[in-house]
């Protein structure tokens, strides 16, 4: 079936470091793939998206590039912010349309 | 615009017990969605429903039901509650297949 992988926090950046959050993983067909991120005591935002091979999505200064032959999709920020800290899920979007598969998540943590 | 609202916040259950969780939709969005997240790892897949009609269910077993009803709002009820259905569980609404907006979620606890 379908999974996603991401790798393990927490993640513990100064401010104004980049950021690298590793997400790959497998899938029949080519699903959407997304980034999410949840604030302490929140729900789930979305961040950014890419629903086909060599699409980047970005928002916030987040960006992330669909990448089919490394069945990969890197979440990349240049500079964060001790407001960036959080936790961060990767998902894809089976071929049905009907449901998303989350990796484990990732906590970010940025020290001022 | 409304978002994604669920209702309770929070609720405390002992096992064995049955449980209701609420949840109103964004507003023109026909799809709903829901997630289980224990602590400290990713949403899974409960089931979705759209237009009323179950479309799609996860590895769940038949005591996680649900509904939607012509409003879009939508219950999820879990019988017989065990320690480890303890969790917060997500409502997310879409009208699209690519954008799914989740709710605040609610906090189970069963004891």
């Known amino acids: 079936g379908d999974s996603v992988t991401q790798m393990e926090g927490p993640v513990t950046l100064s401010e104004e470091a980049f950021l690298t959050i590793n997400c790959t993983y497998t899938?029949?067909?080519?699903?959407?793939l997304f980034w999410y991120v949840q604030y302490p005591g929140e729900g789930l935002q979305l961040l950014l998206k890419?629903?086909?091979?060599?699409d980047k999505g970005s928002n916030k200064g987040f960006e992330a590039t669909y990448r089919k032959e490394t069945t990969s999709f890197h979440l990349e920020k240049g500079s964060v912010q001790v407001s960036d800290s959080a936790v961060y899920f990767c998902?894809?979007?089976?071929?049905?349309?009907?449901?998303?598969?989350f990796g484990g998540g990732t906590r970010l943590m940025v020290k001022p | 615009e409304t978002g994604v609202t669920q209702s309770p916040t929070h609720l405390i259950k002992t096992r064995g017990q049955q449980v209701t969780l609420r949840c109103s939709s964004q507003?023109?969005?026909?799809?709903v969605s829901w997630y289980q997240q224990a602590l400290g790892q990713g949403p899974q897949f409960i089931f979705q429903?759209?237009?009323?009609?179950?479309?799609g269910r996860g590895n769940f077993p038949p005591r996680f039901s649900g509904l939607q009803f012509p409003n879009y709002s939508s219950e999820l009820n879990v019988n017989a509650l065990e320690l480890d259905d303890s969790a917060l569980y997500l409502c997310?609404?879409?009208?699209?297949?690519?954008?799914?907006?989740f709710g605040p979620g609610t906090r189970l606890t069963v004891l």
């Open positions: 899938a029949t067909g080519y699903p959407s």
């Open positions: 429903y759209y237009r009323e009609e179950e479309n």
């Open positions: 890419a629903t086909k091979a060599d």
């Open positions: 997310a609404s879409s009208l699209t297949v690519n954008e799914q907006f």
């Open positions: 507003s023109g969005h026909n799809t």
């Open positions: 998902a894809l979007l089976n071929n049905a349309g009907n449901m998303l598969t």
